[in-house]
């Protein structure tokens, strides 16, 4: 079975400053897709990037950024520039991308912006 | 269409009694997904369906829990004599096919006294 784990339950950064997330993933399969989904408080769930696993490129979206390393099976999430609206929950997640179509989540990192 | 809509937001039952949960997905999006979110922990999948096709259940959906899409549009989750442990957020999300990007509702809070 296919695992993800985050172990950081919680961080704090700088407005301004960079903040690395990280997660670690477990699956015998090859195809497959990563997540980092972004829960404000009371607010829903949205995506903030998709990584697919053939892809040695890492993925990019604005300010955020990740880190895949397929063999070593870490995906961590880099924030450039931390806003006050980056605080919130952060989930890595798996989808397999042969089997069906259900994500697996971490348990999530609670990101604290500091102004 | 502004995404996908859970109602109730907020429910509070006593242990026993039924709830009946519905989410809108965003329209034509023809996959449905069912999570539940306890305090602490990453959402868990429960179940999904393709149109009104329920296509895979978890084994955290006990007997007491039924979900449906009757018409391929909207969905019901069901929970029958709740407990203590029901009390979560439970998430809908849909997706436009297979494989395509999940948006998630906000979640309706159920909690069992």
């Known amino acids: 079975a296919q695992t993800v784990t985050q172990s950081q339950p919680e961080m704090s950064v700088q407005e301004a400053e960079t903040v690395t997330l990280s997660c670690t993933y477990d699956t015998s399969e090859s195809d497959y897709y990563l997540f980092w989904y972004k829960q404000p408080p009371s607010r829903q769930m949205i995506l903030v990037i998709r990584q697919e696993a053939y892809k040695q490129q890492n993925a990019t979206e604005n300010r955020f950024s990740v880190n895949f390393q397929k063999a070593a099976k870490s995906f961590s999430l880099k924030i450039s520039d931390s806003q006050l609206g980056d605080a919130a929950m952060y989930f890595c997640a798996y989808r397999s991308a042969l089997r069906d179509d259900k994500i697996i989540f971490g348990k999530g990192t609670r990101l604290h912006i500091l102004p | 269409d502004t995404g996908v809509s859970q109602d109730p937001r907020h429910k509070i039952t006593k242990r026993g009694q039924n709830v009946t949960f519905r989410c809108d997905p965003i329209?034509?999006?023809?996959?449905l997904y069912w999570y539940r979110q306890t305090l602490g922990q990453g959402p868990e999948f429960l179940t999904y369906f393709q149109n009104e096709a329920q296509l895979e259940k978890s084994r955290l959906l006990s007997d007491r829990f039924s979900a449906e899409r009757p018409k391929g549009s909207f969905s019901t989750l069901e929970i029958q004599r709740t407990e203590q442990g029901d009390s979560a957020m439970y998430l809908c999300?849909?997706?436009?096919?297979?494989?395509?990007?999940?948006?998630f509702g906000p979640g309706t809070r159920l909690t069992v006294l």
């Open positions: 329209s034509e999006h023809n996959r």
């Open positions: 999300a849909s997706s436009l096919w297979t494989g395509g990007e999940q948006f």
